[in-house]
């Protein structure tokens, strides 16, 4: 079992900037990749970015990419996500999702919800224009 604990969100205008965190517990020996994922009300979650455990390389959503920032801290067993240059379409919740596949630092199943086994309860990101 993994626990995930998301904080840092909040409310911030078109333009700013957030980072969030996601703090992993339990059993972190299985973790070989973290992701982040957002969801709109009456939408399907979606991915956002991702990154090897034990590689550190890193898998953006078209969307976000060059604007969010994926990083990791093995030590802390913590995964961050700074986000600049905010829009209002950001607006969502957003969660993090533990993998423990084997394959995720060959890009395998990163972008894919079947691809995460643990997911946190997540914090809500508002972009006012």
């Known amino acids: 079992q993994v626990q995930l604990v998301e904080s840092g969100g909040g409310l911030v205008q078109a333009g700013g900037s957030l980072r969030l965190s996601c703090a992993a517990s339990?059993?972190?020996?299985?973790?070989?990749?973290i992701g982040w994922f957002r969801q709109r009300p009456g939408k399907e979650r979606e991915f956002v970015a991702g990154?090897?455990?034990?590689?550190?390389?890193?898998f953006y959503a078209d969307s976000v990419k060059i604007r969010f920032t994926i990083s990791r801290d093995n030590a802390k067993n913590t995964v961050y996500l700074q986000m600049n240059s905010l829009k209002p379409e950001d607006t969502a919740v957003y969660y993090c999702?533990?993998?423990?596949?084997?394959?995720?630092?060959?890009?395998?199943?990163?972008?894919?919800?079947?691809?995460?086994?643990?997911w946190g309860q997540g914090t809500q990101v508002t972009v006012s224009s």
């Open positions: 999702g533990h993998s423990s596949r084997a394959l995720y630092s060959a890009g395998y199943y990163r972008s894919d919800k079947e691809g995460y086994d643990f």
């Open positions: 990154i090897s455990w034990i590689s550190g390389s890193t």
């Open positions: 339990g059993r972190t020996s299985s973790t070989r990749g």
